[in-house]
């Protein structure tokens, strides 16, 4: 299993950023993934979930700014960030959801990537 | 939503001793409780799930225990290698799905 994010950077307040997450080693179609963050120097704050029916589910503090989407053709898990605050800052990993066959299921996060930063700083 | 609050926020501990983090809920989560670990410079691993089952390549140095609103994560002889954060998330209420704190585990 490996998951690979990008497209972090440095942005404005105000402006947009896409993330996207490359998958492969798993059959990407079958599994929930989700969208976690994390400050500098501070701890783990799960932002936004995506069903492998493409059913979503979003923290409030990104709600109606953030888009989780995935393309299964792709193998591509992504994250759309609009209307960006200071307090957006962070490291965002993205994560596959344990497998449905388990009683954790899409719970827990047993895959992560190596994270990509995002600064939103004018 | 559900509060999880770790404690210690840090701890210092020597090679080879045995060492314990506690996790409390605001309310019973019925051990649906995962434990990772973040070692510095690197992305979380999963440890434990489902409050005390080790996750596929977990050293039997760790362990988990606890029910209702109270977990704790335990690592025996502790290794060089031990050393980072660790972080408890509940998965019985959701969404959000949340976290502890974290607990950062440095050696003396």
């Known amino acids: 299993v490996q998951l690979v994010e990008s497209g972090g950077g440095l942005v404005q307040p105000g402006k947009s950023l896409k993330l996207s997450c490359s998958a492969s080693?798993?059959?990407?179609?079958?599994?929930?993934m989700h969208w976690i963050r994390q400050a500098p120097g501070k701890g783990l704050d799960w932002v936004a979930y995506i069903s492998s029916s493409s059913g979503t589910v979003y923290a409030d503090a990104v709600k109606g700014r953030f888009t989780i989407s995935r393309d299964n053709a792709k193998n591509t898990l992504y994250l759309q960030l609009n209307s960006l605050k200071s307090e957006d800052t962070a490291i965002y990993y993205c994560?596959?959801?344990?497998?449905?066959?388990?009683?954790?299921?899409?719970?827990?996060?047993?895959?992560w990537g190596q994270g990509v930063m995002v600064t939103v700083s004018s | 939503d559900i509060q999880m609050t770790q404690s210690p926020a840090s701890l210092s501990a020597s090679l080879g001793e045995t060492v314990t983090i506690e996790c409390r809920a605001s309310e019973d989560i019925y051990s649906n409780l995962a434990w990772y670990q973040q070692k510095p410079g690197n992305s979380p691993q999963l440890l434990i799930y489902?409050?005390?089952s080790l996750a596929d390549g977990v050293p039997s140095r760790f362990s988990g225990s606890g029910s209702g609103t109270q977990y704790s994560l335990k690592i025996n002889s502790l290794q060089s290698e031990d050393v980072a954060s660790y972080f408890c998330q509940q998965y019985n209420n959701y969404p959000p799905w949340t976290f502890g704190g974290g607990t950062k585990l440095e050696l003396k």
């Open positions: 080693g798993f059959t990407f179609s079958s599994y929930g």
């Open positions: 489902d409050a005390n």
């Open positions: 994560a596959r959801g344990g497998p449905l066959y388990t009683y954790y299921g899409y719970n827990v996060f047993d895959y």
